[in-house]
């Protein structure tokens, strides 16, 4: 017979079990998190309202989750300013590079089974990526160059850290704009009718504007990742996603090809003319028609591709937070989400922070300056969505937009004092 002591340990071992279970699912009772001082988070509706009321914002949706409990989620102003449609807060976005962070979940998944090695070369799967040469002179009256020899071959590692020396179509250095644009190199932002892995290929081709691992430049790194999700899985990432990733954590709301029976939930697409008035993005600015998530892709753009909700990206953030777990549905381990959101680089990206695998990561730096913890990971998309995840305050947040350039887009960061303003402790 057990002694009353043992069965008190017992019960008490339980009593910890169950809520850190129960913990792991975002938590939306009506009951007010103690950590949290509402009347300060309610300074997010005052910021919100007063952008959209001097027209610097046609709408927005924000979202705050502190300690697994969600606590702030709301959509402001218009989903289309013409229709004068309300921004619900499930209204779904084109979240461009927050694609990046799911892509690189991918890759991890993979190599958790046994496919691949983070510092293995590439051209172990894509040939056409052995051997590459770098920029050495580079004349921009006709894009002619000479190269020099690459000290060593581009590995996973450096594509998941934006170290490889590959630079971005159309929104990358002007040399990169100019050489991927001569090679028939799609940015991945948006529609296009092509093969991804032949895209790849001739991207192999082309020469490095640095050499692999000496520094950090965005560049095409997470849809050559998504290519190689592709091929080392046997499947397409739009099924990888859906089986491995958005399925198990319940994510019904993030796609590439957005089914039409959510098309009315689509937020509309803005910019600025030359006086920065807001106005409608046309379907042919920049060269991204902004229906593409309405189109039927074969083209699964890792970087770039995906729409999505606030509320279905707070789910994948929250998976990390709880250290690769959500729902009872392992994703990763907790230590390849530790890696993921540790300093890769010997080097700072930006002047003041490191770069995970997939993240930026805040610095203690960055963080005796600004309202994030150091260890914070976080990244954002080019049509003005942004996220971060704050282990140490147990935090997942995420302001999201369609509204890019954006005169006013320092509404991101005054969101972000104003949920560290809220905070108790």
Request: net charge positive; hydrophobic share 40%; with cysteine.
């Amino acid at each position: 017979m057990k002694r009353p002591s043992s069965i008190f340990a017992a019960l008490l071992g339980l009593f910890f079990v169950f809520p850190s279970l129960h913990a792991q699912v975002i938590q939306t009772i009506n009951k007010q998190n103690s950590s949290i001082n509402y009347n300060r988070l309610n300074r997010i509706d005052t910021l919100l309202n007063d952008y959209i009321n001097k027209t610097y914002l046609t709408g927005a949706v924000t979202l705050v989750i502190k300690d697994n409990q969600l606590v702030q989620y709301k959509g402001y102003g218009y989903a289309d300013a013409e229709t004068k449609s309300p921004m619900k807060n499930d209204a779904i976005f084109r979240i461009m590079s927050q694609t990046k962070a799911i892509t690189s979940v991918a890759v991890m998944i993979l190599y958790e089974q046994g496919k691949l090695l983070l510092d293995q070369p590439i051209a172990d799967f894509i040939p056409e990526f052995r051997n590459p040469v770098v920029i050495d002179k580079y004349n921009s009256a006709d894009t002619t160059y000479t190269t020099v020899p690459a000290k060593r071959n581009i590995t996973f590692r450096d594509l998941l850290t934006h170290s490889s020396g590959i630079d971005y179509a159309d929104i990358g250095s002007p040399r990169g704009n100019a050489i991927y644009a001569k090679a028939g190199i799609p940015s991945g932002l948006g529609y296009f009718n092509a093969d991804l892995l032949a895209k790849m290929k001739v991207l192999g081709k082309q020469p490095l504007q640095f050499q692999p691992g000496e520094k950090w430049q965005y560049g095409l790194n997470t849809d050559l990742l998504g290519c190689l999700v592709e091929i080392i899985s046997g499947t397409n990432l739009e099924n990888f996603f859906q089986n491995n990733i958005f399925g198990p954590l319940g994510m019904k709301d993030t796609y590439f090809n957005l089914p039409q029976s959510k098309a009315n939930r689509l937020a509309s697409v803005y910019t600025e003319d030359s006086l920065h008035r807001i106005i409608k993005w046309s379907q042919t600015f920049r060269r991204i028609d902004p229906n593409y998530p309405l189109m039927d892709k074969k083209y699964f753009s890792g970087g770039a591709g995906l729409s999505s909700t606030a509320l279905d990206y707070a789910v994948f953030m929250q998976m990390l937070l709880n250290g690769g777990i959500y729902n009872k549905h392992r994703i990763l381990s907790p230590k390849s989400v530790e890696m993921m959101t540790s300093p890769q680089l010997d080097f700072l990206y930006n002047n003041s922070d490191n770069f995970g695998l997939g993240f930026g990561l805040t610095s203690a730096k960055s963080a005796g300056r600004n309202a994030r913890s150091e260890g914070s990971f976080a990244w954002g998309g080019y049509y003005g969505t942004t996220y971060w995840a704050d282990p140490k305050k147990g935090l997942v947040c995420l302001i999201m937009t369609q509204h890019t350039p954006n005169s006013h887009g320092d509404i991101a960061a005054k969101f972000e004092a104003l949920v560290y303003a809220s905070l108790n402790k």
